[in-house]
């Protein structure tokens, strides 16, 4: 009779624990947003790259704008209210939004940081 309670305490201890262990994983799979890497660079020298990203749409996504250039570079998706004033050479600008229509949109460099820094621009698809 002991050990039959004994055995079926642990039965019960067992089962919370995997129920802890599998809500702890879905916790931190959560706290993971889609993260998409962006370098910065003048148009002479690389431009963005890549110079299209895809994200999901409904999901919040984190981009890291990586700016391995020499000089100052900005960043803007217009239809998204997303934007950074200034990114200095050797920074890295994390930006946080959510893409809640599907579409392809641009994105652009915002500080005037070489003679075609008009061309300094990229698409974002959002699908
Ligand atoms: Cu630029």
């Known amino acids: 009779m002991r050990n039959e309670i004994i055995a079926i305490i642990l039965m019960i201890l067992s089962t919370v624990g995997i129920v802890l262990g599998v809500l702890a994983v879905e916790k931190y799979r959560r706290g993971q947003l889609y993260t998409v890497e962006l370098i910065a660079r003048t ?3 690389g431009n ?3 110079r299209r990203i895809t ?3 409904g ?3 984190k981009i890291l704008i990586r700016n391995i250039d020499t000089v100052s570079h900005g960043f803007a998706i217009p239809d998204f ?3 950074v004033e200034e990114i200095k ?3 890295v600008a994390v930006v946080q939004f959510m893409p809640d229509k599907k579409g392809i949109f641009p994105f652009m460099c915002t500080v005037w940081c070489s003679e075609r820094h008009l061309e300094m ?3 974002l698809i959002v699908e």
């Open 43 to 45: 148009t002479e020298h």
């Open 48 to 50: 963005w790259y890549p």
């Open 55 to 57: 994200v999901p749409v």
């Open 59 to 61: 999901e919040e996504v």
């Open 81 to 83: 209210n997303v934007a």
């Open 89 to 91: 050479a050797g920074n």
């Open 121 to 123: 621009t990229g698409e």
